[in-house]
Structure formats: C-alpha cells, structure tokens
C-alpha cells in the first residue's frame, strides 16, 4: 500500500551534490500539490521545497538557489541538492497533497548525510 517512494539519498561530502527520486505507481501527481520535506533529529519537521499543481514553486530560504524542485512527468518528482552542507542532513520526505479530496500520503522518507 506505499504510494510515494523515495531513493537517491546516501552519504555526501559537503559541497557534493544529490537528487532525489519519488515515484508513485497510483497518484497522478499533475493533480497533486507535491512537496519535500525534512526532518533533522531532535527537529520539528519542515517544508524544503513544494510545486503546486500548476506548477508554482517555493523554497525555504535556506535551500533557495541550491535546491530545484521538478515534477518531470505524471508520477515522477525530483529534488537536485547542489552545494550540500552539514546542516542539510536530514531524513527527506516526499509529500503530495489533495486538499479538494482532504488527503495526504508521505513517503517513507530517505536519509541524506552530508560530512563536513
């Protein structure tokens, strides 16, 4: 029953560069409000990075001009993490959201390590 599956995440070097993958075998993200999240430990969960349905972006301040979020196809969505630094480690999450219907589905999430 996983909708939302993530990869792409490992161990990196600061300054090293990642992207990460979700992928859905059921949800039609082009009707989804798609979105990575993150969640360091001892840290409340937070939004890195979102696309709405119609294809507006935001960013958090602190991954603005290193991260670009992209929904490439119908059930593909990507995050590109360039010029990683310690303080980007954290489990990520992809996240969709269908606020007409009232559902979200997180995925599992995925660990990115970045040593400084």
């Known amino acids: 029953q996983v909708q939302l599956v993530e990869s792409g995440g490992g161990l990196v070097q600061s300054g090293g560069s990642l992207r990460l993958s979700c992928v859905s075998s059921t949800l039609n993200f082009m009707f989804w409000h798609m979105a990575w999240y993150r969640q360091a430990p001892g840290k409340q969960r937070e939004l890195v990075a979102r696309?709405?349905?119609?294809?507006?972006t935001n960013y958090a301040d602190s991954v603005k001009g290193r991260f670009t979020i992209t929904r490439e196809t119908k059930n593909t969505l990507y995050l590109q993490m360039n010029n990683l630094n310690p303080e980007d480690t954290a489990v990520y999450y992809c996240?969709?959201?269908?606020?007409?219907?009232?559902?979200?589905?997180w995925g599992q999430g995925t660990q990115i390590f970045v040593s400084s």
């Open positions: 996240h969709a959201d269908h606020s007409l219907l009232n559902r979200t589905v």
């Open positions: 696309v709405s349905a119609d294809g507006v």
